[in-house]
């Protein structure tokens, strides 16, 4: 049986090129679980840099206009990239 | 330590600028060994049922049921003055009116402020858990529902009676993350967040968080207990200049951004300037913009600004 691994990858702009400031890892191998702190150094320098190892993207997230009075706020990180891998 | 007057330990306008930046201060080491001993007595034994570990985990709330019945910590109701909370020669008191940390509690919420809970965090080695699957870390949260306030703030203190080594699975937090209005787990998808930090301390140590840190605790891989006590503080007071009473005035003679001489180490506008490296490229600016907003409010000083962020935006002629 074929199984999906899981690479989400959080960039600093919309932008593919961009730097990875977050990440988790999920995988098809129940014996491996990927959890919360688990690596402290983020597995690219760039979001790019997935697509040339070999992962497909195949969700990101879109831009959403900022609404008014609310300019100011931040919140969830905002340039989520989910990619796959068939093992 | 320089002997200071008594009352004078209050936080400097460095540290106020590093809480509103970072989101929190670390006092390493700063309570005392007897101390530590005799909170840890005072909480008991926490060992004792261990042994009726079970796969459904019941045996976890059975134990904290039976440290609340035996330990001395008392169960303070919500909304207790901190000044009435803990009983003269308890350890709590002995934490709580340690000089240091007092005035760094008077800095930040006030010398009246509300214990809203206190809990006692025991992480237990994962070989104390009945399978594997236990051996998951917290995800990333943060201590609230989506908390509207925009300028009041509460915060955490973290005592840490025995010292936290590196494997122990000591809390994991985000600098900087404590202006994201996110609610608690919702951001649990982000198993890591660049410039993370781990809590490693000598024994003693006190972390006074900001209440909407980003943070989770990690697993416990040695053989030995980690015990974390917080303790939540809300102010009853407005949150302006309650460590100083100088008068803060803009002198206008802003550097300008990027193309200046630098600007000056250590200083305020250095300090709420510096990025985190999580930062993204648009939302990071937004931080820096909300630090201001916060320093021009503990302030007082409304016409506050470095090289120009908010000064910009609000040169609004309508
Ligand atoms: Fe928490």
Redesign the interface.
């Known amino acids: 049986m074929k199984k999906q691994d899981i690479l ?1 990858l ?4 919309s932008s593919l090129e ?1 730097k ?6 999920h995988y098809g191998d129940k014996k491996k ?8 150094s ?1 597995p690219y320098e760039r979001g790019i840099e997935a697509i040339h190892d070999g992962w497909r993207l195949f969700q990101s997230s879109q831009l959403e206009q900022h609404s008014k009075g609310d300019e ?8 989520e990239f989910f990619f796959e891998k068939i093992k | 330590m320089k002997k200071r007057k008594k009352n004078n330990f209050l936080l400097t306008d460095n540290q106020m600028a590093e809480f509103v930046s970072k989101g929190y201060l670390i006092f390493e080491n700063i309570i005392d060994n007897k101390t530590n001993k005799k909170f840890l007595s005072e909480i008991g034994n926490t060992s004792t049922s261990l042994n009726k570990k079970n796969a459904d985990q019941t045996w976890l709330a059975e134990h904290y049921n039976e440290i609340m019945k035996s330990s001395k910590i008392p169960l303070v109701k919500a909304g207790t003055p901190l000044k009435k909370a803990y009983k003269k020669n308890s350890a709590l008191n002995d934490v709580i009116n340690n000089p240091v940390l007092s005035g760094a509690i008077k800095s930040l919420v006030g010398d009246r402020p509300k214990l809203d809970h206190h809990f006692l965090h025991i992480t237990f080695p994962s070989k104390y858990y009945h399978d594997a699957n236990q ?6 949260h943060n201590d609230c529902v989506i908390d509207p306030r925009e300028k009041t703030f509460d915060i955490q203190l973290f005592y840490f009676p025995t010292a936290v080594e590196k494997n122990m699975g000591g809390t ?1 937090y985000i600098p900087g993350s404590h ?4 609610n608690e787990l ?9 410039g ?1 930090k ?1 809590v490693v301390c000598p024994a003693g140590t006190v972390i006074i968080f900001h209440h909407n840190i980003w943070h ?1 605790a ?1 697993i416990n891989n040695s053989k030995k207990i980690r015990y974390g006590f917080k303790i939540r503080l809300m102010p009853t007071q407005k949150q302006v200049k309650l460590w100083t009473k100088k008068t803060y005035k803009n002198n206008h003679d802003e550097e300008a951004l990027y193309w200046n001489k630098g600007i000056e180490k250590n200083s305020i506008k250095e300090i709420l300037q510096k990025t985190e ?8 600016r ?2 820096i ?2 630090r201001i ?1 916060l320093w021009r409010h503990i302030t007082n000083d409304k016409n506050f600004d470095a090289a120009y962020w908010l000064t910009r935006i609000e040169n609004d002629y309508n």
């Open positions: 989400i959080y960039l600093s702009n961009s990875v400031i977050g990440w988790a890892r679980i990927g959890m919360a702190g688990d690596n402290d983020p100011y706020r931040t919140g969830y990180l905002k340039y | 051996k998951i870390s917290q995800g990333n994991r202006f994201r209005m996110v919702a951001i649990a998808r982000y198993h890591n967040i660049r993370q781990h989770g990690g490296p999580w930062f993204e490229a648009d939302s990071g937004l931080d913009l909300n907003r």
